[in-house]
């Protein structure tokens, strides 16, 4: 009964530190999605992967890599944190990436502090 | 450029009243939009979607309605329980580049007061 599995739940790093948020879902879905949120702000999209070995990027992809390891999991990189990538980081995933009513599924978040 | 705007960033309902919560958007290309819901230290949860041909779809206590007219869609919630207290997120959803995107207003904290 998992669904999305995200780790850590919550990171501090300092600025210049590198960091991969793991992302894994148990559901078989085809697509899977990085988003970022920010006080005031919806959900951005930083990255999106819309089947195993593709990935591509979203509204807010700077600063940030992305790995499709298998079907299951898709990794956030931070290579070189800043301090305006302190936010909340939620992955989530759905069957196909183009069905348009078909509702994405939420990994719990990842609090990202960079100090 | 906000495509999808959420005005009211809180609302407070007595417990058994209708809770509306409004959203607006400007790009005449979404053709679907969801609402999800959002408890503190969770992810947003899928709520309720409607296609942009209908102006309305219902499930249970929850009713969103469409306006293309005016770029509008509102959630309706009868009647408000006090474990709707949560936020609520209005996305939007068009194929943009060959590829389907959602965009996501910035929500509205709704408190249900018993």
């Known amino acids: 009964n998992a669904g999305v599995t995200q780790t850590p739940k919550f990171q501090v790093l300092k600025t210049g530190q590198s960091m991969t948020l793991q992302c894994a879902q148990d559901?078989?879905?085809?697509?899977m999605y990085w988003y970022r949120q920010d006080p005031g702000m919806g959900l951005r999209l930083i990255y999106y992967?819309?089947?195993?070995?593709?990935?591509d990027k979203g509204e807010v992809p700077n600063g940030y890599n992305v790995s499709r390891l298998n079907k299951r999991e898709f990794s956030l990189r931070l290579e070189s944190a800043a301090p305006s990538q302190t936010s909340v980081y939620f992955c989530?995933?759905?069957?196909?990436?183009?069905?348009?009513?078909?509702?994405?599924?939420f990994g719990d978040g990842t609090r990202l502090s960079i100090l | 450029d906000q495509q999808v705007k959420q005005n009211s960033p809180s609302l407070s309902v007595q417990e058994g009243r209708i809770s509306i919560l409004n959203c607006d958007y400007t790009?005449?290309?979404?053709?679907?939009f969801l609402w999800y819901k959002k408890y503190p230290a969770e992810g947003p949860t899928f709520l309720i979607s409607i296609s942009s041909i209908k102006d309305k779809n219902e499930d249970g206590r929850f009713t969103v309605f469409l306006n293309k007219s005016a770029k509008h869609l509102s959630l309706h919630i009868v009647p408000s329980q006090p474990g709707d207290s949560a936020v609520y997120f209005c996305a939007a959803s068009a194929i943009r580049a060959g590829r389907r995107a959602l965009t996501f207003g910035s929500g509205t904290r709704l408190q249900v007061q018993p």
């Open positions: 790009n005449s290309m979404f053709d679907y």
């Open positions: 992967s819309a089947s195993e070995g593709t990935t």
């Open positions: 559901m078989n879905h085809n697509s």
């Open positions: 989530a995933s759905s069957p196909s990436q183009q069905v348009g009513n078909q509702p994405q599924h």
